[in-house]
């Protein structure tokens, strides 16, 4: 999905100074540190994962705070 995400964001004029970082991991234990981004992109993923609560409690671990 990363081609497709780079391309959406260059079409969408985010190609310059903003920086798009793919990163693979498991919704559950993000491999990010805390407050260490900006957005996060979650589309088609939590029907698959098996604990939901635990997945969007790690996104909130991981946005700054005013994250989107």
């Known amino acids: 999905m990363t081609p497709y995400a780079r391309k959406s964001a260059k079409e969408a004029g985010l ?3 903003v920086s798009l970082r793919n990163v ?3 919704a559950e234990a993000l ?3 805390d407050g ?3 957005a996060v992109v979650c589309t088609l993923t939590l ?6 609560g635990l997945a ?4 909130r671990r991981v ?3 005013g994250g989107t």
Do not use: F, Y
Not at 56 to 59: D, G, H, N
């Open 31 to 33: 491999p990010l540190q």
């Open 24 to 26: 693979h991991g498991v």
């Open 63 to 65: 946005l700054r705070p």
């Open 15 to 17: 190609d310059g100074g």
């Open 36 to 38: 260490s981004v900006d």
């Open 56 to 59: 969007l409690a790690e996104i």
């Open 47 to 52: 029907c698959s994962v098996p604990d939901q």
